[in-house]
């Protein structure tokens, strides 16, 4: 392991050596003035090996005609147009609301810029049933750039002290243990959220991932499944190390409210990536031609993130004329 990246497992363990499948896995798909790439992401959701139960795509509010391509082109998607932008945030937690309402056992999520190739889910359920410990709770695909290469922007966060036997569990579905992940393209069980919450809408954009795949984590077991691929195409082959200019805002606030209102991490890890955000924000400010941007950002997002906390994702997206379904926990054996 190098940094935060994960390395991937020796073996030749493939998703064909188990067969059994979850009864219903269903997609949610957050779309945002991108119609083009989104048709692509649509294109390799509704064409994978394994097949989707649903897909849900959660427009926020496109102006490029976004809603009308997919009704056009996709009209087995239930398409949700939301009437105010929520950012990544309020679609995701629109997404998952939607999908465990439409009774899923586990939820994909990806941006509208995630291409997957065409056994990418099958790959995820295939480790998910596979795994003879702790049922999964998070399975994060391996995501690459257009030209192939490990896309920084997207590398899961290794599990600081997993154990030998979790280690060997993860190894003999070809996976590895995880910490947090991304949401592009992760598998995440509707159980688990119903126990521990929809991501905080109120985050608009970065760190919503981080915060709720850690607060999924903190007792759950996530695995980084390299077998399973998707291309995120980026405009750029870059992390978020790149100057972010005026919305490092929203890195600083939500960094804020994750390290003091969050119960996704243990004090120890606070102070473990509360160091390693000190760190980057060095390098961020050190590369930036934009300072001042990048201190105005720093100042006005330490001072929201400690002057109040995220509110409650009903709040949010009802306040954005966008109501999501309520989470209720499951009344049901998990699958």
């Given at each position: 392991m190098v940094g935060n990246t994960v390395a991937e497992p020796d073996g030749a363990w493939c998703a064909s050596d188990t067969l059994a499948y979850v009864l219903n896995v269903q997609?949610?798909?957050?779309?945002?003035?991108?119609?083009?790439?989104?048709?692509?992401?649509?294109?390799?959701?509704?064409?994978q090996t394994r097949r989707l139960d649903a897909v849900h795509v959660v427009d926020n509010a496109s102006t490029d005609g976004t809603s009308e391509m997919v009704a056009a082109r996709f009209p087995s998607v239930?398409?949700?147009?939301?009437?105010?932008?929520?950012?990544?945030?309020?679609?995701?937690?629109?997404?998952?609301?939607?999908?465990?309402?439409a009774g899923a056992d586990l939820v994909w999520l990806m941006d509208d810029d995630t291409v997957p190739t065409a056994n990418a889910l099958e790959e995820l359920v295939a480790a998910y049933e596979g795994y003879r410990g702790q049922r999964p709770?998070?399975?994060?695909?391996?995501?690459?750039?257009?030209?192939?290469?490990?896309?920084?922007m997207n590398t899961p966060r290794s599990r600081?002290?997993?154990?030998?036997?979790?280690?060997?569990?993860?190894?003999i579905v070809g996976c590895v243990p995880v910490r947090s992940a991304s949401f592009v393209s992760l598998l995440v069980s509707a159980d688990a959220v119903?126990?521990?919450?929809?991501?905080?809408?109120?985050?608009?954009?970065?760190?919503?991932?981080?915060?709720f795949s850690t607060r999924l984590l903190r007792n759950g077991v996530g695995l980084y499944c390299p077998a399973s691929v998707v291309e995120h195409r980026t405009k750029t082959f870059g992390s978020t190390v790149v100057d972010p200019g005026e919305r490092f805002y929203y890195e600083v606030r939500n960094k804020i409210w994750t390290f003091t209102r969050s119960t996704g991490l243990a004090p120890k890890e606070k102070a473990l990536y509360g160091g390693s955000t000190l760190r980057r924000w060095a390098r961020t400010f050190s590369a930036s031609e934009n300072r001042g941007v990048l201190l105005s950002g720093l100042g006005?997002?330490?001072i929201d993130g400690v002057?109040?906390?995220?509110?409650d994702v009903h709040e949010v997206m009802d306040s954005a004329g966008a109501p999501i379904p309520t989470v209720e926990p499951s009344r049901r054996a998990p699958p």
């Open positions: 997609a949610a798909v957050v779309a945002y003035n991108r119609k083009e790439l989104l048709c692509e992401a649509l294109e390799g959701v509704t064409t239930s398409l949700h147009t939301l009437p105010t932008n929520t950012g990544g945030a309020g679609g995701f937690a629109a997404g998952l609301a939607l999908a465990l309402d709770v998070a399975m994060a695909s391996k995501v690459v750039w257009t030209d192939g290469r490990d896309h920084p600081p002290g997993a154990s030998r036997a979790e280690r060997k569990d993860a190894m119903r126990s521990v919450g929809l991501p905080e809408a109120d985050f608009f954009l970065w760190n919503d991932d981080f915060e006005r997002g330490l002057r109040r906390g995220p509110r």
